[in-house]
């Protein structure tokens, strides 16, 4: 503050969550809304300045958490085709919009209380979770096997895919983990493994989600390559360029995805 006679404004902004995750704010709705505006994620990217895959990711993270797509490719058009939210998405932006606007009037009214009170109030900072897993899906608990020391846990996720995840039992009984429990996987994209025929191959592994690669991005040494997977979910796995160019991976081609049980962490709203 620059004086005691200096007023002090409040501010606030609006933020959805889903079991705990961040689903989107003002920016994110920004970009739903200019893709509808658009009809292209290059331009709406552009227009709220946002990188393109830094778009792909916001719109792969809020079609995961949501359940069911929000953003879809549309048949015809400049290029061969576009981008268009689906009515979910439109009536997301629409409900938003309403909500921001009662946030905002709310905001204005509590700062027209606090006005000359400012000294009296302390700062608090909330605290959230921060996580670096590519992947995040949220889901129902669909089966618990109890172990004498882990438990098998299973999650049924948007378009009736099931993640199995190896957990201890006292994280199952802390985390209060029991069929119907809304609860989320996390799944570093570096712990995924992909492949192009499964017919004579076997492993280990207890997750296996298959789907259409929909974008691979190079980078120096690795790829990360993302697939779309049933219901509108989406599955990102980082591999090695050379591992991309021998399985000939390129978009619109299938590719199943694979990783350990071990691999996935369960969560649960706070």
């Known amino acids: 503050m620059k004086g005691k006679d200096t007023p002090i ?9 889903v079991a705990g995750e961040k689903f989107g704010g003002e920016n ?3 970009l739903l809304a ?7 994620i290059t331009q709406a990217a552009k227009a709220v300045r946002m990188s393109y895959k830094a778009a792909w ?9 949501a359940g069911e797509p929000l953003v879809e490719r549309a048949a015809g058009g400049k290029g061969g085709g576009g981008t268009r939210l689906t009515q979910r998405g439109e009536q997301l932006v629409a409900n938003f919009r309403t909500l921001d606007r009662e946030h905002r009037r709310f905001i204005e009214q509590l700062g ?5 009170l400012a000294d009296d109030y302390l700062l608090i900072r909330r605290m959230s979770m921060k996580t670096s897993a590519r992947n995040q899906f949220l889901g129902t608990v669909s089966q618990v096997k109890a172990g004498a020391v882990n438990d098998e846990i299973e ?14 039992h006292e994280s199952t009984e802390s985390l ?13 994209s570096s712990s995924v493994i992909l492949m192009t025929d499964e017919d004579n191959a ?28 049933a219901g509108g979910a989406t599955l990102a796995a980082i591999v090695t360029r050379d591992s991309c160019d021998q399985l000939a991976l390129a978009v619109g081609k299938r590719a199943t995805a694979i990783f350990k049980a071990s691999s996935v962490i369960i969560g649960v709203p706070a």
């Open 9 to 17: 404004e409040l501010h606030g902004s609006l933020w959805m969550t």
């Open 28 to 30: 994110r709705v920004a």
């Open 34 to 40: 200019a893709i509808a505006e658009c009809g292209s």
């Open 57 to 65: 990711d916001a719109i792969d993270t809020m079609n995961n958490l």
């Open 112 to 116: 027209q209380q606090a006005e000359g």
């Open 155 to 168: 999650l049924e996720i948007a378009g009736g895919e099931k993640l199995v995840a190896i957990v201890t």
């Open 176 to 188: 209060g983990l029991k069929l119907g429990t809304e609860a989320f996987a996390l799944v570093k």
């Open 202 to 229: 076997r492993f280990s592994a207890r997750n296996r989600l298959t789907g259409t690669i929909s974008r691979i991005q190079p980078g120096a040494v690795n790829t990360e390559v993302v697939l779309d997977l």
